[in-house]
């Protein structure tokens, strides 16, 4: 594992200093070079939290990954860099859920002041937030962070993401999450396993893939394409995300099969279901 690949990689060129203006900078690198996607859940190959495995899948295959995956590396590039990180579980729905804390992997530093760090949400944020109470703009998008208690804290994504988490401060270690990581991408219930999904960052804003469809969200709105061809998939992974479009062959007639059912679901629901 080499800090130099990685920081090719996500094609940073800035300082190295450990301080507010570099987490930033590093925050959104990463962001708009690797896409988040859970991929190979779809394709049958069992997601780690080996370090190793995962620094070759996304540094030297450049692929992408999930919260496991991407904050796990990024903990680990800011560690090299000097940086302070904290390993903290988030519980991602309803102010009010909670269990365990683990199905969703975040991180604190703390630099001057102590920063919300998550490069694994897909559709979250660009760039850090201070982890103080309050509402927070980025570009187009707006965030807000609430303290539920003296000791639970909640994030609120913008309004075109995924549902926001809570989370405590209490800190873990990679190999916690291990029970939680084969689960969400093992249970018949997991929407990791339900549907096959990318996102990404882009200059102008956010770009997913949700099974066969594909979303532009921009200051102008949001913009739906459905993928109908292998041909066209293949191209989105590719020139999309950034991912080797072959990976589309093995996902192509599952992920169509999924999309026509939602569509027959839809169909059977009615006009305003």
């Not at 990180?85 to 991180?107: F, M, N, Q, R, Y």
């Not at 490069?119 to 109470?133: E, I, Y």
Request: glycine share 10%.
């Amino acid at each position: 594992m080499q800090l130099t690949d990685y920081l090719q990689r996500i094609g940073y060129i800035g300082l190295q200093t450990p301080n507010d203006t570099t987490l930033c900078q590093l925050h959104r690198a990463h962001l708009l070079a690797i896409p988040y996607e859970n991929l190979d859940i779809h394709l049958g190959r069992p997601l780690t939290l080996d370090l190793n495995h995962i620094y070759q899948k996304l540094v030297d295959e450049r692929r992408g990954g999930w919260c496991y995956e991407m904050n796990g590396l990024f903990a680990w590039a800011l560690r090299e860099l000097g940086f302070d990180v904290t390993l903290l579980g988030s519980t991602v729905g309803a102010p009010a859920k909670g269990v365990d804390d683990l199905e969703h992997l975040i991180l604190l530093v703390q630099l001057e002041q102590p920063w919300l760090v998550d490069v694994g949400f897909g559709n979250g944020f660009l760039d850090p937030l201070p982890l103080r109470v309050g509402a927070y703009q980025q570009g187009f998008l707006t965030y807000q962070l609430e303290q539920q208690d003296e000791h639970r804290w909640y994030f609120h994504n913008h309004p075109q993401g995924a549902l926001g988490y809570g989370f405590t401060l209490q800190p873990h270690q990679l190999p916690g999450f291990a029970t939680r990581c084969h689960e969400l991408q093992t249970s018949p219930t997991s929407g990791f396993v339900r549907r096959a999904v990318c996102h990404r960052f882009t200059p102008e804003g956010i770009v997913s893939l949700r099974g066969a469809v594909l979303q532009h969200y921009t200051p102008a709105g949001l913009v739906e394409e459905e993928l109908d061809s292998l041909t066209r998939y293949r191209a989105v992974l590719a020139n999309t995300f950034g991912l080797d479009g072959r990976l589309a062959d093995n996902l192509w007639d599952n992920v169509w099969q999924r999309h026509l059912a939602w569509k027959q679901t839809l169909s059977e629901a009615g006009p305003g279901a």
